[in-house]
Structure formats: C-alpha cells, structure tokens
C-alpha cells in the first residue's frame, strides 16, 4: 500500500482545489491506496491581555462596593488591639468597691472588666440601642420529677418577663434597655404580643413539653 501524504504544516493557506483533485484521482487507481493529510491552517490565539480596570467616576459601583468593603475591613483590623492595661485595673477596682460578695456575679464581673478593657474606660461605655433578650422553654425531662415546681411556670413567668414584673426588668429599666423574650419551645402555645418572639421547634405543645430526652425514652 502506498500512502501519499501532503506537507505537515501546522499553518498556512490550504490547498488549491487542483493539488485536492489529484490526489483524489491517485486514490482511485487499482492496487493503490492513498492517505491524504491536508493542510491545516492553526491559528494560535494571541495572548490576552488583560484590560486595566476603570477607576474613577467609570468605575462600576460593584467594585466600588467590593473596595469600601476592603476599605472597611482594613481600618477595622488595623483598629483592633491589646485591651487598655488602666482600664482593666480601674475596672477590677470598681468591682471590689461595689456592694457585693467579691465574685459574688460571677462570670458578669469578668465580663465587664473585658468589656472596660476592649473601651478603654471604667465604666464601659452602653451599647445604643439596649435590649436584653431571655429565652424560655420547657424540656420533656421534667416528666422524671427532676423538680417540684410545675411546667406551667414557665408560660407564667413568660408573662410576667413581658408585663414587666420581673427582676430583669427593673434592671433593664435601669439602662433603658428593652426587654424580649424569645419562645425557644414553652410548652405552652403563648399569645403573640410585643416583645415575644416566637422561635418554637416541633409540631404540637403536647410534643414540645413532654418529648423526653432521647436516652432516657
């Protein structure tokens, strides 16, 4: 068998139309057989180059979004830094001068002289808006007389959290803070009012308040 190949060239015009029709004709002779490899024109594709980004007033708001973002970011880092030594002393100071047990509020007392720390000053400065949230609810383990107090004081002191009768409220009212209670699964199907955030999992008060724990049944 005889195979006639046409030049490999990986670029360059193709063939003429004459050169083609020869080499078809040598095909078609008895006892022969021809491969023909036409020309290919490759065409390499020039390298991208990359377009530089529009600034100023043609630049597209989402970049300019992304930039104060980063912006943000950035100083909001570049802000952060070890707690104020002074701050933190004058803060542990102030807890033992208060009208208490030392240590008496336990991890609260931490938490403000952390807070004091991070200001900078004692006392630390209130955050704006105020709001305190309680969340309440009820576990199926209170089947297992774990306590004598019944499950319906939960609802009750739900109440009373949005009435403003409790403790927490006197001293949200010291600050100004507000008061929220978040239902996290009371098992009590609770009037929606003001303040109450309904946050309930399951299907049924039944379900929620007397599902026990799965290894105990």
């Known amino acids: 068998m005889r195979v006639r190949r046409g030049p490999a060239t990986v670029s360059g015009p193709q063939p003429a139309p004459g050169v083609l029709a020869r080499q078809a004709e040598q095909a078609r002779k008895p006892g022969t057989a ?3 490899l ?3 024109s490759v065409v390499t594709p020039r390298k991208a180059s990359r377009m530089p980004m529009p600034s100023g007033p043609d630049r597209p708001p989402a970049d300019d979004r992304l930039a104060g973002e980063a912006t943000m970011i950035t100083e909001t880092i ?3 830094g070890p707690p104020d030594a002074t701050a933190l002393a004058d803060a542990r100071e102030r807890q033992e001068r208060l009208t208490k047990p030392s240590g008496s509020l336990g991890m609260l007392e931490d938490l403000s002289v952390r807070l004091a720390g991070l200001a900078g000053q ?3 400065p209130l955050p704006q808006p105020v709001a305190i949230a309680v969340f ?3 576990h199926g383990v209170h089947a297992r007389g774990v306590t004598p107090w019944p ?3 939960t609802a009750q002191m739900v109440a009373n959290f949005l009435a403003g009768g409790a403790v927490v409220n006197s001293l949200a009212a ?3 803070a507000e008061v929220y209670v978040v239902d996290v699964g009371v098992a ?3 009037q929606a009012v003001p303040g109450l955030i309904s946050r309930k999992g399951g299907t049924s008060a039944e379900q929620r308040g007397n599902s026990a724990i799965p290894h105990l049944g």
């Open 38 to 40: 036409q020309r290919r």
């Open 174 to 176: 010291q600050v100004g």
């Open 136 to 138: 309440a609810g009820d």
């Open 122 to 124: 004692c006392p630390p």
């Open 78 to 80: 570049a802000a952060i």
């Open 151 to 153: 499950q319906e004081v």
């Open 188 to 190: 009590a199907d609770l």
């Open 34 to 36: 021809a491969v023909v």
